[in-house]
């Protein structure tokens, strides 16, 4: 599978939509988590729209932190934040002129307390209709359309800065390889170097088993085998469609498993300086790994 298709199957979590009309706007975070834990702030009267707008979401998106936020714009909200029915203070005015010619006179009536009667502010259209009901439901659908696009696109950029990285991780790889045979060469030669200086008689057969020790111990191409493993299972990962971030995770500790047994095996100087960048790719990659779904 080419490295392009890899990309077009990956996405990050961090990402934002907006949708909006002159009645409602819906805006969509999403930012990296472990799981998928999603969050509704809409006002009350769309409470019944949560159940569905909610299976929507767990249908496009599997693992991320989001917030989705719906707001009811009133059409007089440039003005004030108030809107009086005139027809039920009328109405109320003259319920009182009704009380007032039963009992008496009676003590005027404070404009705040005219408030706090019952439809006397009127809090704008109400969400019941099913007209706006299905205009929530729409505008959702299309931010969360444009959420998972640019989560898309941003992944396509993790994908590639991942896959940068992997052919630096290769390039390395190969350079330690080839310095693998002075590697026990350098053993030999240091151990014979302090018998020498020991000026004492060696057993063959001895320094022979010690060799062949030395030699287990300081090879190296068992790590570098498991490290062309897992990057070509990191590369294959990338290509399936889903979730995918936590298992590319995992192989990253894998990877710098293996770079730091190469680390503590190293007695050559390239050999060293090259696990130290191995390392260092590696993590470099498990910090991008950390924003991809």
Not at 53 to 71: A, E, N, S, Y
Request: charged share 25%.
């Amino acid at each position: 599978m080419t490295n392009q298709m890899a990309n077009l199957m990956t996405n990050s979590m961090t990402a934002f939509a907006r949708s909006e009309s002159l009645s409602i706007s819906w805006e969509i975070r999403s930012v990296n988590h472990r799981y998928l834990d999603h969050s509704f702030k809409i006002p009350e009267q769309f409470r019944s729209l949560e159940i569905q707008l909610r299976d929507l979401l767990k249908q496009q998106v599997f693992r991320g932190k989001v917030d989705c936020l719906l707001r009811l714009h009133h059409a007089n909200d440039t003005q004030t934040g108030l809107h009086v029915n005139d027809a039920q203070v009328h109405q109320l005015r003259h319920a009182l002129d009704q009380i007032s010619q039963i009992i008496g006179n009676t003590a005027p009536l404070n404009p705040l307390e005219v408030l706090r009667f019952p439809g006397i502010v009127d809090d704008g259209p109400q969400a019941d209709d099913d007209a706006l009901l299905s205009e929530a439901t729409t505008l959702f659908v299309t931010a969360l359309k444009d959420l998972t696009a640019m989560r898309a696109r941003e992944g396509k950029v993790l994908a590639q800065i991942i896959e940068d990285k992997l052919s630096v991780l290769q390039q390395l790889t190969a350079a330690v390889r080839l310095e693998a045979p002075l590697i026990q060469e350098r053993q030999k030669a240091r151990l014979v170097e302090r018998l020498n200086e020991l000026q004492q008689e060696v057993d063959t057969g001895r320094l022979e088993q010690e060799l062949v020790y030395l030699a287990q111990k300081s090879d190296i191409v068992e790590e570098l085998d498991r490290l062309d493993t897992h990057v070509e299972e990191i590369r294959s990962t990338l290509a399936e469609p889903g979730a995918k971030g936590r298992r590319l995770d995992f192989l990253m500790q894998e990877l710098n498993r293996e770079a730091n047994t190469l680390s503590s095996k190293a007695v050559a100087a390239n050999t060293s300086i090259q696990a130290v960048e191995l390392k260092v790719v590696i993590e470099q990659m498990r910090e991008q790994i950390q924003n991809i779904e």
